[in-house]
């Protein structure tokens, strides 16, 4: 029979197997009999007395591997029930070590979880939270796996292993011939699903061939530049600096209210975009016209955080591998986030309080009543900005390669969606109507003339 336990090996390791299950018939006030068996339950029983009893873990694990020896050396059973009991033990072993090095477990890194969830949306968390993860893109997938989990009567993580890319198929299909939903939706429905089989179930999803929702190209809206400076008239304080930021440097909303005090570079006049869409960097001019705004705010910043600081309440949210190799850094001014909330909230993963930057529904609230001040009759929303920086550098010559790279686009396709976008600066094309008409006008005046 194959030996389970390399460790307990040898005669050393028989002799410690029979201390383990002279104590183990002790407690549970049995003789001491090496040929009556004893089962996984009773393992347990015992284990769990040794924790109560302060017995660390690593210790526990010699228990449970000299059980094992002794169940195969002594009354050659096969002791595969015991097996699992020693792979959680490991685990156990391995949680207290890290915690006695000074180390976070992996509760600490992914934050508290729900135990009432179902076990296979926990999991799910759980591996989102070890990538990193943005908790509102975590919610979005949660979300979307628990619509399929509910479309196809899934109740825990065993109901998965009747599922395969059949299923996935339908769902999709479903969403798109009954649903009738956006393109985006299916497709943020499809990667919620893939990046559950890769990470939690760890097997490909297989070949999907669901009927995909179609999407008609729209042009983007684009503001000119009167009904631009209209809106900005509308705008005061953090508002208007964001909107300029929006338009004047082309990012988005998340990525405007996520700006940290050290992106913002005065020397070289530009400004660093960390960990916009994709988990991307890039570098974009710093417009003149917001050099001495942003001063001001990071002075600004600079004095709210030294009273954070005298308070004992000064901290901001930092990814996890950063926040491990500089443990101090979250108290630190160049990493608060530029655009700061007046009250400190809770991170949901960790429970640790800290200053977050402006929620993302504020500035849109301030957006809607600027684009109704200034009786704008389009469609605004905040990356409308993004939108009309784009056309418009086209428009002014910029290389489209340039653009792309401003932006942030990985594919310049994403980024030719703005060539179609008219330029009024460009020889007017007169309608057959107007010229019908101004010709009709024309021919009067010439006839009057005569007359």
């Known amino acids: 029979m194959a030996n389970y336990c390399k460790s307990s090996s040898g005669e050393q390791g028989l002799k410690w197997a029979r201390i383990w299950f002279k104590q183990f018939c002790l407690f549970h006030r049995r003789p001491v009999d090496p040929a009556k068996e004893f089962t996984a339950e009773e393992v347990i029983a015992f284990l769990r007395s040794k924790r109560d009893a302060g017995v660390p873990a690593w210790k526990r694990m010699k228990v449970i591997e000299g059980l094992i020896v002794f169940r195969e050396s002594v009354q050659h059973r096969d002791p595969a029930d015991l097996l699992p009991l020693r792979e959680t033990m490991r685990g156990i072993v391995s949680i207290e070590r890290a915690k006695s090095e000074g180390y976070d477990t992996i509760d600490d890194v992914v934050g508290k979880i729900d135990p009432k969830e179902p076990d296979a949306i926990q999991e799910f968390r759980r591996a989102l939270r070890r990538g990193g993860m943005a908790l509102r893109t975590e919610r979005t997938y949660v979300g979307k796996l628990k619509n399929f989990m509910a479309d196809r009567g899934l109740t825990c993580l065993a109901d998965f292993e009747r599922i395969g890319a059949a299923d996935v198929e339908a769902h999709l299909t479903d969403l798109a011939v009954d649903g009738n939903v956006a393109p985006s939706t299916q497709n943020v429905s499809f990667h919620s699903l893939l990046k559950f089989f890769t990470l939690v179930l760890k097997r490909e999803m297989g070949k999907i061939e669901a009927i995909r929702a179609t999407k008609k ?59 916009s869409k994709g988990g991307k960097s890039r570098l974009v001019p710093m417009p003149d016209d917001l050099t001495e705004p942003l001063r001001r705010f990071v002075n600004s910043r600079a004095a709210q955080h030294d009273q954070d600081l005298a308070d004992g309440t000064a901290s901001v949210w930092l990814p996890y591998a950063l926040d491990r190799k500089y443990p101090k850094a979250h108290r630190e001014l160049k990493w608060q986030y530029l655009f700061a909330s007046h009250r400190l909230s809770r991170d949901p993963k960790t429970g640790r309080r800290h200053r977050h930057h402006l929620h993302m529904d504020t500035f849109p609230k301030h957006l809607r009543r600027a684009v109704e001040s200034a009786g704008v009759l389009k469609h605004v929303t905040s990356h409308t900005f993004r939108h009309c920086y784009a056309t418009h550098l086209l428009w002014n010559g910029t290389d489209i390669r340039q653009i792309q790279q401003l932006l942030g686009h990985s594919d310049v396709k994403t980024t030719e969606i703005y060539t179609h976008v008219r330029n009024p600066n460009e020889t007017k094309v007169v309608s057959p109507l107007d010229r019908l008409v101004r010709e009709r006008e024309e021919e009067a005046v010439r006839r009057a003339s005569a007359s």
């Open 217 to 275: 190209p729209m042009t983007p809206t684009v503001l000119g530049p009167k009904e631009i400076a209209g809106v900005f008239e509308g705008l005061s304080g953090v508002h208007l600096t964001i909107a300029k930021l929006l338009y004047g440097c082309g990012m988005r909303i998340s990525e405007a209210i996520r700006l940290r005090v050290k992106d913002i570079d005065f020397a070289n006049k530009q400004i660093e975009i960390r960990q």
